[in-house]
């Protein structure tokens, strides 16, 4: 194979990796839900080579697990393991938020702020989830990190089915906690404060492991 060849097949499974995230963190497949490679390539008109490669790089992310002569399936977690990386989101979470408050220019603020707003007026699941993950993950793009920033996108992206989840069962019970910590967390970074903004973020992501905590079923049903 030429180098141009790879290079073709390196682009299409990147492709192929991004579509198939997306649908994954949208709830389009559920864990332990078998993917077919061979669906996949129809799909993208592509080749097996570029779908494994997708599979592998998200592989990587752990949202795919693949096992040898058994294809490629969805990652499940527990709430043993959930709760392991609620925690290390609970330390390194906050860690990054506080090296971006810094940066956050008055503009994008103003945007968080008519997020906040929009969350706590819709009723939509799904929108929720949307604005609520554009509202934290935006927060923590400015700042440069190595290893820091991948790690907790990573953690977001492993636990986003159960997330969605535990939503549910936070708008069937009229919980307004979540939607207080977002006002919260707009007014620290309003006024810089970014030793505040770092304790209401703790506490946010403690509540929510909490709460799935409280619900094993979620993990039974996945």
């Known amino acids: 194979m030429t180098t141009t060849e790879l290079a073709a097949h390196g682009a299409t499974g990147a492709r192929i990796a991004a579509t198939l995230r997306d649908a994954i963190l949208a709830g389009d497949y559920t864990p332990g839900e078998r993917i077919r490679q061979d669906e996949l390539a129809e799909q993208h008109g592509a080749s ?7 599979l592998r790089i998200l592989e990587a992310e752990g949202l795919v697990t693949l096992v040898v002569n058994a294809g490629a399936r969805v990652s499940r977690i527990s709430l043993s393991e959930c ?4 925690r290390m989101r609970e330390r390194l979470e906050p860690l990054l938020f506080g090296l971006n ?5 008055d503009e994008q603020i103003d945007h968080l702020a008519r997020q906040a707003d929009a ?15 554009e509202f934290h993950l935006s927060c923590l793009e400015a700042a440069q990190t190595t ?7 990573s953690l977001w992206n492993r636990t986003q089915h159960y997330r969605r989840a535990a939503t549910r069962l936070f708008y069937s019970t009229g919980d307004r906690s979540l939607h207080y910590d977002h006002q919260l967390l707009v007014g620290a970074m ?3 404060d970014v030793e505040e903004a770092e304790w209401v973020l703790a506490g946010h992501i403690r509540r929510s492991r909490l709460g799935l905590a409280s619900h094993p079923e979620v993990f039974r049903d996945s």
Do not use: C, H, K, S
Request: a positive charge; glycine letters at 2%; proline letters at 5%.
């Open 101 to 105: 408050i810094p940066l956050l220019a």
């Open 48 to 54: 097996r080579l570029p779908v494994r490669d997708a």
């Open 147 to 153: 290893v820091l920033g991948d790690t907790v996108r």
């Open 83 to 86: 709760q392991e990386m609620y």
């Open 119 to 133: 969350m706590e007026a819709t009723t939509d699941v799904e929108r929720f989830l949307q604005l609520d993950r």
């Open 190 to 192: 309003r006024r810089r």
